[in-house]
């Protein structure tokens, strides 16, 4: 069974920083790729970033420059880390995984951000 688990989310001041962490179990992020999305309140779910397995990685446009996506040796978490965050990033950000057994979606981890 694959299960996804976001973390690293809480209430951060403007121009401030966070990483997301998403733990993979039943897969890996060596040989699958991943996504970050987010989801306000009233709002649609938008793609922040992917990680590919090649490590080609894209970004929304909205996170350019200070959006990072990366994964960890092993291939065991992926991460979302977030630099000069602004008012408009607060959402609830998912991972999500495509594999050959199915789409996958963690159940998110909240990113306030707030003064």
């Known amino acids: 069974q694959v299960h996804l688990v976001e973390s690293g989310g809480g209430l951060v001041q403007p121009g401030g920083s966070l990483r997301l962490s998403c733990r993979a179990a039943?897969?890996?992020?060596?040989?699958?790729?991943m996504a970050w999305y987010r989801q306000a309140p009233g709002k649609e779910r938008e793609l922040v970033a992917n990680l590919t397995r090649s490590d080609g990685n894209n970004y929304a446009d909205f996170v350019k420059g200070r959006f990072t996506v990366s994964r960890d040796a092993p291939g065991n978490t992926a991460y979302l880390q977030m630099t000069s965050l602004k008012a408009e990033d607060t959402a609830t950000y998912y991972c999500?995984?495509?594999?050959?057994?199915?789409?996958?979606w963690g159940r998110g981890t909240q990113v306030t951000v707030s003064s």
């Open positions: 999500h995984a495509n594999t050959k057994w199915g789409a996958f």
């Open positions: 039943g897969i890996n992020f060596r040989f699958n790729s």
